[in-house]
């Protein structure tokens, strides 16, 4: 049975795990987005997203502080720190979560290993574009057609006095109606 066994270990020891962890993350911060074993990649986004997480907190500057080093005793680089604090937290400020996406590759010819790319979600050139677009208000559509009955109604009270408005018709113009 699996109880209480939720974290993948990968097959290593804590102190290896916990190094190897703090190394991928560092070169994903470094490089925006980097190709390791679909299990490693996973792993990886449990442990990174939360650390993202912390650079968002705009509170007082002991707080801010308090962040810079929790993050620092995950990752143990200094670099890696600075890029998190510096340019990657204000591109995520208004994202509630889900800062990396994981994209499956197929498997590695040597070991037959499934190889993933684990990437971060604001910093990808392609998909940016669609999601500066998502990003304003969908509009709201209502599928019943009350609303439609409700705006032509108003534009024919609109039109009916307007056409009242007009000048009267002159005694030639009825002559030629009631001719034709």
């Known amino acids: 049975m699996r109880h209480g066994n939720k974290k993948n270990n990968l097959s290593r020891t804590a102190s290896h795990r916990r190094a190897l962890l703090a190394n991928l993350g560092s070169q994903l911060i470094e490089y925006k987005k980097?190709?390791?074993t679909l299990a490693k990649a996973k792993a990886l986004r449990t442990y990174i997203e939360p650390l993202i997480t912390k650079t968002k907190n705009n509170g007082s500057k002991e707080a801010i502080m308090h962040n810079h080093r929790v993050v620092f005793s995950y990752l143990n680089d200094k670099a890696a720190v600075k890029e998190l604090f510096t340019v990657i937290a204000p591109k995520v400020v208004s994202r509630p979560g889900g800062y990396t996406r994981i994209i499956k590759l197929g498997t590695r010819t040597g070991d037959n290993a499934e190889l993933a790319l684990i990437?971060?979600?604001?910093?990808?050139e392609i998909y940016g574009k669609s999601v500066?677009?998502?990003?304003?208000?969908a509009k709201k559509t209502r599928r019943s057609g009350a609303g439609k009955k409700k705006a032509a109604a108003?534009?024919?009270?609109?039109?009916?006095p307007a056409a009242e408005e007009t000048a009267p018709e002159t005694p030639s113009e009825t002559e030629n109606k009631t001719e034709a």
């Not at 990437?119 to 990808?124: G, I, P, Q």
């Not at 500066?132 to 208000?137: N, S």
């Not at 108003?154 to 009916?160: F, I, L, N, W």
């Open 34 to 36: 980097i190709t390791t």
């Open 119 to 124: 990437e971060l979600v604001d910093f990808n």
């Open 132 to 137: 500066a677009k998502a990003a304003e208000p």
């Open 154 to 160: 108003t534009e024919a009270a609109a039109e009916a």
